[in-house]
């Protein structure tokens, strides 16, 4: 077995019997270790290929178009990948390949809202008050006060 490896089934029971207190001298002859071509187990197609590289399914054209319009049709990159079983990197391709334009994230605040909250933030309020007077995370306040450069004080505590 491998550093890295995940066992089959079968490697993992000949594992927990160990070797320790075997009845089988160390140096016994490797023919007699050898299990007979009837005992080995022949994986099945889910099996072959390396173990850390699971096998891929090719999306058929009939797929990929349904994929397109569930796309279009309003669901996001992750539900759709859920539904076809396949990665969301995987979605993004298919839909980059067919010319098909991303959306992007809607914004949490307007400019409005953002202006509001910066002068809350530059009264002394905690980025983590104003945030949550805004119905928002932290890390959007943050995002948003850097795109108008609104310089962000250090935490209480942090020296930098």
């Not at 933030?121 to 450069?149: D, N, Q």
Request: charged fraction near 25%; proline fraction near 6%; hydrophobic fraction near 35%.
């Amino acid at each position: 077995m491998g550093r890295l490896s995940n066992p089959r089934k079968g490697v993992e029971a000949l594992v927990s019997q160990g070797s320790v207190g075997s009845a089988q001298p160390r140096h016994a002859p490797r023919e007699a270790t050898k299990p007979s071509p009837s005992d080995v187990k022949r994986p099945s197609s889910e099996e072959k290929g390396r173990l850390s590289n699971p096998v891929q399914r090719r999306l058929s054209a009939v797929e990929i178009g349904a994929l397109t319009e569930l796309y279009q049709g309003g669901l996001s990159i992750r539900e759709i990948a859920f539904r076809c079983d396949v990665h969301r990197t995987t979605v993004i391709h298919h839909l980059n390949k067919q010319g098909v334009s991303r959306r992007r994230a809607i914004r949490k605040l307007c400019d409005d809202q953002v202006n509001k909250a910066a002068e809350l933030y530059a009264s002394g309020l905690s980025l983590a008050k104003v945030a949550i007077a805004f119905g928002v995370h932290e890390a959007t306040l943050t995002r948003e006060f850097r795109a108008v450069s609104v310089p962000i004080r250090p935490r209480k505590g942090w020296t930098t």
